[in-house]
């Protein structure tokens, strides 16, 4: 991959069998509530490697409030995993968003109102759902300072962390913006995406993790901002722009097999939550599928060419996980035990008529669906025990 430091002083040699690499990236994509598949892989590994540590975590949505848990932690893996694990299996919808009917009702009238006065009043909407309950619990488990996530600088300067990123959309500019916290930072800058160094906050994990429409963005300076996975085409880039050599890519997106893809989902007309969760995987998960057939593309044609003629681009070792099950399908399962309101209002927008309804999958912090996407992720961690061993502990191969 082009090396974007490419004057910087090399890497120091890997070790053999060591975890502790100065270039490791973890690298946590989008996807609502099926972020506690992440927390899955990341127990089986800390149960292996208790000693380990990601000196370069970035995070893009639900990826961003695990990324700022992990940048945070200021005990071992398994602790910072262990309480990661805890804050999500307690999850429920009234701890992320109101749920009331009267709230929910409101923010509809409102859309309403705005929709029949064509636009001559002053927009009160700015989400589905009212997200207060998720910034209390975000206050709560990364106990920030005056806002800011203080415990970052900590880490930092032990050593344990390099750089952390958490990417936003600015709605302000149509940009995509990634918020990097770390030590000897060279920011960067593209037409679409841009990098900017700053002490991390409660609202950028917030922002980052603002589902378009459902979730309010948030207001960062003067622009609003959210979900980070909106315009990021290449997830991946941030961690090579911050000089990761490893990748490790978290992703929650469940990929079909030929016989899966050609069967239909659902039967007659479309309803509104096929048509969104087809929008949402687009936006968030394809393009990571996308931007790690690149770089395996690229990693081919450059261990192709000696190293002496590679131009300053490097060989970046990757490691892709995704669920081995259907997430979305699996959400079905657990619907019923919705609160009420939130659960006529998904139905409404045809959930029942899917048989995997990602756009629910995405809402669905319920703590059962929770605790089962955790167990799923562990279970395919472990099933590739062998492979993720050579690839953390492995030379790797330039």
Do not use: C
């Not at 609202?203 to 980070?228: K, N, T």
């Not at 911050?242 to 992703?251: D, V």
């Amino acid at each position: 991959m082009p090396d974007p430091t490419p004057h910087s002083p090399p890497a120091p040699a890997l070790a053999q069998g060591t975890t502790d690499r100065g270039d490791l990236a973890l690298v946590l994509t989008g996807g609502g509530a099926r972020g506690a598949y992440q927390v899955g892989i990341l127990r089986y590994i800390s149960r292996r490697w208790p000693e380990m540590s990601f000196p370069i975590i970035t995070g893009v949505s639900a990826g961003a409030i695990n990324a700022a848990h992990l940048a945070q932690a200021h005990g071992t893996l398994p602790q910072a995993v262990d309480e990661l694990a805890a804050l999500w299996s307690e999850l429920t919808p009234d701890r992320i968003f109101r749920v009331d009917v009267s709230g929910l009702l409101a923010n509809m009238g409102r859309w309403g109102l705005q929709l029949a006065g064509g636009g001559m009043r002053e927009s009160r909407v700015r989400g589905l759902v009212d997200t207060a309950p998720l910034g209390e619990l975000l206050a709560e488990a990364l106990a920030p300072v005056n806002g800011e996530l203080t415990k970052i600088d900590y880490n930092l300067a032990r050593g344990t962390l390099r750089a952390v990123a958490l990417g936003t959309t600015s709605y302000s500019t149509g940009q995509s913006v990634i918020w990097v916290q770390g030590r000897d930072l060279q920011t960067w800058e593209r037409p679409s995406r841009r990098a900017i160094a700053t002490k991390l906050r409660v609202e950028h994990v917030m922002a980052s993790s603002a589902l378009p429409l459902f979730f309010p963005a948030v207001q960062i300076g003067d622009q609003w901002h959210g979900d980070g996975g909106i315009r990021l085409t290449a997830p991946l880039s941030p961690a090579l722009h911050l000089g990761a050599h490893k990748i490790l890519a978290i992703s929650t997106h469940y990929e079909r097999d030929e016989a899966e893809a050609s069967r239909p989902t659902v039967r007659g007309y479309p309803p509104p939550a096929q048509v969104i969760g087809l929008l949402m995987d687009a936006i968030f998960l394809d393009v990571v599928d996308q931007d790690v057939m690149r770089m395996e593309r690229m990693n081919h044609l450059l261990r192709a060419v000696p190293p002496e003629r590679r131009e300053g681009m490097r060989v970046v070792e990757l490691m892709t996980f995704r669920p081995s099950r259907d997430l979305g399908a699996i959400s079905r399962e657990h619907e019923p035990r919705l609160p009420r309101a939130f659960r006529l209002l998904t139905r409404g927008l045809g959930t029942r008529e899917t048989s995997s309804p990602d756009a629910l999958s995405l809402m669905m912090f319920q703590d059962d669906y929770i605790r089962r996407l955790i167990e799923i992720g562990e279970e395919d961690a472990e099933r590739r025990g062998d492979e993720l061993a050579e690839f953390i502990e492995g030379n790797g191969g330039e």
